[in-house]
């Protein structure tokens, strides 16, 4: 099969719209390699999407397929067998769900089997709000595009019989289950089972679909997979372990595999469009969703709208350079801007968190908060370029506390997953308030704060509180190969160090006092024998054997999570002062630093050690090294392939790690408000501030020559600038 991996110059001829920086953005970045994104349709932070999915079979051409390992991808570059474009996606996210709502045209002899209606596929194209492939056994075109909540598809067709099967059966998802029912030859709706995320969250949730056509059908029907029957039964069913047609049938039809088909009859190149509004709410609600942002069948106009929306985020930073920088950069800013995504209807409702019923707002409600990865650098970066979009963020974090008792961990969908240690929305609500963004209850945000890190029996957020409390630690003892003690320890001791810094901000001294303390005991995990922050028991003796080196490759690790003890071993960024006089001084540090990268023992793809580069910043006379650091790695893991991203994306983790480098400033810890200050991709950098937000203008950036660091003609005294002073505009000028 001959597949088309196109440049984005040449994209262009996609449609007319003025080109802004969207014209950089390459979706297939991060659609190899466990990247996890996908190439489908995408509006910022919308909650639909429409993608391509093609790993649901095997065969020698889809080597993967959703079942041969821990897959958590719709999309696979590699692959080349599509079964349908699902209209509901994650993107970079490390377990399976959604990759629901299947829509795929065909043509000929009606199959309603997918593994044998797939087709091969080339000549694909992708930008911001588009893609687009050639059904090479169909021969046809389809083409894709989407609103907020809605996706809109256009298939042109060859002369003859056509078909568009709606298969509520495949998805990525590890649920089951739907309803799907013809309202007529223009109108599907129904729903789809979401949830067991991780495999092991008991969670479910469904969502809402309603499909209308520009055209009638001729004919329609559903489908149903049936049981694999034995014995008399066998002998005597029409339809064993297969699927069973129901032509013409207009009535709900409910099954673990079920879904509906419409036949026309085409001339040469007629296109057929389809229009679908999804909702966690109900169904009349994704059909208000519809008619609110598709009211028409309005292919170039809804992709317009997209792009204008993706132009407006994406040139709030304006950068001179390469072609090649430009595009990992606007695609790696572009993927920073998917989630959270949109949760409310356009009426506002939206299904509350952790209970039955159903919230309304008059603002913004967010969902797909994967927090462990994001509150490191994500939220930082939105509460610098996109203030807005960070405040609504954080409140919709408060009403979900308001709601469940809990602020969230890992939310999807209103789901709380429980995934990953530590309790990462103080750090984020936190790190955003002290950054200015404050048009939020924060005494609400404060009390939720409070209640996880203090909470000693049955706290869903800290769950080894009461260990933790009473140690300063959490223990290593019964937990086995996954226990993450250490990593579990370090998570609580930032938590509580970003709890502190917000205490003192809202005046509560005494409060400062305390969780300042409880952070500083990370102490106690540092073994001087090996220089390590090693798992410790509840008598406080060290674990026996240990090996620093083992998680290197994701392998069980008593005391770390996705990783080893040099992953973890310089994770106090709130401290690093300490830390390093904890290892012996500056020269052992650096030394220690150093060697983290030479032997192999620094992981790009994951998030515990992604500030390790911009340590040097710490060290007078090394500096340097950071650029130096930060410059490799770009060139040893970035680039515009599929494989561009290093590993799982995270909800956009690796790509804030991205935009930040590029910029040449990246902010050291949550709850600190200092940026490591190095030289930066591009000549020239230029934020443009949210004066609504923020006093300054314009902060720019600039490479410069001499070894100087200045900003506004003034040498700064350390590397390091402050949010504060780059939110008040000037310019930085970095060799």
Not at 655 to 683: C, E, K, N, Q, R
Request: glycine share 8%; aromatic share 12%.
């Amino acid at each position: 099969m001959k597949r088309l991996f196109l440049a984005l110059s040449t994209l262009l001829c996609i449609t007319s719209v003025s080109a802004g920086n969207s014209e950089y953005v390459n979706p297939f970045i991060g659609t190899s390699n466990f990247g996890a994104t996908h190439p489908g349709a995408q509006y910022p932070n919308g909650l639909a999407s429409v993608s391509p999915f093609n790993v649901a079979f095997g065969g020698d051409t889809n080597p993967t397929k959703k079942d041969d390992s821990w897959n958590s991808r719709g999309y696979i570059y590699e692959n080349g067998y599509l079964t349908g474009f699902s209209h509901l996606n994650l993107s970079g996210v490390g377990c399976p769900e959604a990759g629901v709502l299947l829509l795929m045209p065909t043509a000929g002899k009606l199959m309603l089997e997918a593994e044998k209606y797939g087709s091969t596929y080339s000549n694909e194209q992708a930008k911001p709000g588009y893609y687009q492939a050639f059904l090479d056994k169909y021969k046809i075109k389809a083409e894709v595009t989407s609103t907020l909540r809605t996706g809109l598809s256009r298939f042109t067709f060859p002369k003859g019989k056509s078909h568009i099967l709606m298969n509520l059966g495949l998805g990525l998802t590890n649920e089951t289950g739907g309803m799907i029912n013809v309202v007529s030859n223009t109108e599907i709706e129904g729903m789809r089972t979401l949830g067991t995320f991780c495999y092991h969250s008991e969670d479910v949730r469904p969502v809402y679909f309603v499909a209308q056509f520009n055209k009638p059908a001729i004919r329609h029907g559903v489908w149903k997979k049936m049981p694999a029957y034995k014995n008399v039964e066998a002998d005597w069913v029409g339809y064993n372990d297969t699927v069973k047609p129901y032509v013409n049938y207009s009535a709900p039809m409910a099954g673990d595999d079920v879904g509906a088909w419409f036949d026309f009859d085409t001339t040469e190149d007629e296109q057929v469009l389809v229009k679908i509004g999804i909702s966690f709410v109900s169904i009349e609600n994704a059909r208000a969703n519809l008619q609110a942002e598709q009211p028409s069948f309005d292919f170039e106009n809804t992709y317009s709208s997209n792009i204008k929306a993706w132009d407006s985020y994406l040139n709030r930073v304006e950068v001179e350079g390469k072609q090649d920088d430009k595009v990992k950069f606007y695609s790696a800013l572009y993927h920073t801007l998917i989630h959270p995504s949109i949760f409310q209807d356009v009426n506002g409702d939206y299904p509350l968190n952790g209970a039955n019923g159903v919230g309304n707002t008059s603002g913004n409600r967010y969902t797909v908060y994967s927090l462990w990865d994001t509150n490191r650098n994500v939220h930082p970066l939105l509460s610098l370029l996109y203030p807005e979009l960070q405040e609504d963020i954080v409140k919709s974090a408060i009403a979900m506390s308001k709601e469940s008792g809990w602020l969230p961990k890992w939310e999807l969908y209103g789901m709380e997953t429980q995934v990953m240690v530590g309790d990462p929305a103080t750090p984020m609500i936190a790190d955003t308030y002290l950054r200015g963004i404050q048009n939020y209850d924060i005494e609400a945000a404060y009390k939720a704060m409070v209640r996880s890190a203090d909470q000693q029996i049955d706290n869903l957020i800290r769950p080894e509180s009461k260990d933790y409390l009473r140690l300063g630690y959490v223990p290593y003892d019964n937990e086995g190969p996954y226990d993450g003690s250490v990593s579990t320890s370090l998570e609580y001791y930032l938590a509580d160090y970003s709890l502190a810094q917000l205490a003192r901000s809202l005046g509560k001294l005494d409060d400062h006092k305390r969780y300042l303390q409880r952070a500083m005991q990370y102490r106690k995990l540092f073994d001087k024998e090996t220089g390590m922050l090693r798992p410790k028991n509840r008598n406080g003796n060290w674990l026996i054997p240990y090996d620093p080196e083992l998680g290197k490759n994701f392998e069980p690790a008593p005391g770390y999570i996705e990783g080893n003890a040099w992953n973890y071993r310089f994770y106090v960024p709130f401290d690093t002062p300490g830390l390093i006089q904890l290892l012996g001084g500056e020269q052992e540090f650096y030394n220690e630093l150093n060697a983290t990268f030479e032997t192999d023992n620094f992981d790009m793809a994951n998030e515990p050690d992604i500030t390790y580069p911009f340590l040097y910043n710490f060290i007078p006379g090394k500096e340097a090294k950071t650029g130096e650091r930060v410059r490799n790695l770009i060139s040893t893991h970035f680039s515009t392939a599929p494989g561009g991203i290093p590993g799982n994306d995270d909800t956009g983790t690796l790509s804030a790690w991205l935009v930040f480098s590029m910029m040449g400033i990246y902010p050291i810890s949550p709850a600190v408000m200092d940026y490591a200050v190095f030289t930066p991709t591009f000549s020239s950098v230029k934020i443009n501030l949210n004066s609504d937000y923020y006093k300054g203008k314009t902060f720019k950036i600039q490479k410069a020559n001499g070894g100087i660091v200045e900003f506004e003609g003034k040498p700064l005294s350390v590397p390091f600038i402050s949010h504060k002073v780059i939110t008040k505009g000037g310019t930085l000028q970095v060799n």
